[in-house]
Nanobody, 119 residues
Framework: QAQLVESGGGLVQPGGSLRLSCAASGNFFSVYFMAWYRQAPGNQREQVAIIRNGGNTNYADSVKGRFTISRDNAKNTVYLQMNSLKPEDTAVYYC?????????????WGQGTQVTVSS
C-alpha cells in the first residue's frame, strides 16, 4: 500500500521561510504528479502548487513568486519552498499525489502539516 509522509511545518515569523517535504513510499510503480494543498480554518482546501512529470509547474496566484515546488524523482519526494511568508499563509498543508499501482492510478493524500505564520 502506498502512502505520503510530510514533514517540515512549524511556526515562523512573517517574512520568514519554511520548506515542506513529502515522500511517497510503499507499493507503486510511478508518480504522475505531486502537489501541495492547504486548508485554513473555515476555508475550503485549495491547491497551492503542482508539479507534473516533465517538470511542468503551476501555482496559485496568492503564492506566485514566493513559493517554489520541486521534485526529486529518485527519492519520490516533493518539496515546497516557502519564502516571504505572510500570516494569511497559515494553514494545514497537505501533500497530494497520483500514484500508479497494480490497480491503476490512484489519488493519495498526506496527513497534513501545520504551518503558522505569526509574530
Amino acid at each position: 500500500q502506498a502512502q505520503l509522509v510530510e514533514s517540515g511545518g512549524g511556526l515562523v515569523q512573517p517574512g520568514g521561510s519554511l520548506r515542506l517535504s513529502c515522500a511517497a513510499s510503499g507499493n507503486f510503480f510511478s508518480v504522475y504528479f505531486m502537489a501541495w494543498y492547504r486548508q485554513a480554518p473555515g476555508n475550503q482546501r485549495e491547491q497551492v502548487a503542482i508539479i507534473r512529470n516533465g517538470g511542468n509547474t503551476n501555482y496559485a496566484d496568492s503564492v506566485k513568486g514566493r513559493f517554489t515546488i520541486s521534485r526529486d524523482n529518485a527519492k519520490n519526494t516533493v518539496y515546497l519552498q516557502m519564502n516571504s511568508l505572510k500570516p494569511e499563509d497559515t494553514a494545514v498543508y497537505y501533500c497530494n499525489a497520483a500514484l500508479q499501482t497494480s490497480l491503476g492510478y490512484n489519488n493519495y493524500w498526506g496527513q497534513g502539516t501545520q504551518v503558522t505564520v505569526s509574530s
